[in-house]
Antibody, heavy 123, light 107 residues
Framework: EVQLVESGGGLVQPGRSLRLSCTASGFTFGDYAMSWVRQAPGKGLEWVGFIRSKAYGGTTEYAASVKGRFTISRDDSKSIAYLQMNSLKTEDTAVYYC??????????????WGQGTLVTVSS | DIQMTQSPSTLSASVGDRVTITCRASQSISSWLAWYQQKPGKAPKLLIYKASSLESGVPSRFSGSGSGTEFTLTISSLQPDDFATYYCQQYNSYPITFGQGTRLEIK
């Protein structure tokens, strides 16, 4: 059974950093791309970005709203995907979901989602 | 960026009704469209991918159609478990974008 478990959320001040982790199980982690999607309280879904598998260079794509501040990485030996969030803003407050696309090199059509972790950016 | 526009934003319907939700893309996305269902406090659930392919385990009363810029999600006979918020997602190009959501509520 595929499982994705996010951790690392919490309360952080504006301008500070936070790193989220997504621990995966139930599949060969290195064979898939991994994505992050967020949802601000009471709002819709917003794609954050994704990382391709190492077979496709482990390259990344990001939403404009986070590009240059957020970095997605992966540790295939531990089956963990990371979302490093720097220079956080109050508008980054959201539930952050880790998701797994069906592809090795593309995002979209994610059939597997974690339970989400809440990040609150406030002074 | 490709803009995705869903209509209606809210839909009131009764158990047994046939309902349709529309999603329009600001430019052609071929068939690279997915539909998700989300209930309060839960992660979204994939219903349809590639515009019309039913995800494994999803009831056959859900169907998707369309290509290019116009897409629809149809629920043939609403069940009590279907009252939720629905989102479309384009994955033709990056950044991936979602529609604003359609809240399906009980009439």
């Amino acid at each position: 059974e595929v499982q994705l478990v996010e951790s690392g959320g919490g309360l952080v001040q504006p301008g500070r950093s936070l790193r989220l982790s997504c621990t995966a199980s139930g599949f060969t982690f290195g064979d898939y791309a991994m994505s992050w999607v967020r949802q601000a309280p009471g709002k819709g879904l917003e794609w954050v970005g994704f990382i391709r598998s190492k077979a496709y260079g482990g390259t990344t794509e990001y939403a404009a709203s986070v590009k240059g501040r957020f970095t997605i990485s992966r540790d295939d030996s531990k089956s963990i995907a990371y979302l490093q969030m720097n220079s956080l803003k109050t508008e980054d407050t959201a539930v952050y979901y880790c998701t797994r696309p069906p592809s090795i090199a593309a995002a979209g059509g994610e059939g597997y989602w974690g339970q989400g972790t809440l990040v609150t950016v406030s002074s | 960026d490709i803009q995705m526009t869903q209509s209606p934003s809210t839909l009131s319907a009764s158990v047994g009704d046939r309902v349709t939700i529309t999603c329009r893309a600001s430019q052609s996305i071929s068939s690279w469209l997915a539909w998700y269902q989300q209930k309060p406090g839960k992660a979204p659930k994939l219903l349809i991918y590639k515009a019309s392919s039913l995800e494994s385990g999803v009831p056959s009363r859900f169907s998707g159609s369309g290509s290019g810029t116009e897409f629809t999600l149809t629920i043939s006979s609403l069940q009590p478990d279907d009252f939720a918020t629905y989102y479309c997602q384009q994955y033709n190009s990056y950044p991936i974008t979602f529609g604003q959501g359609t809240r399906l509520e009980i009439k």
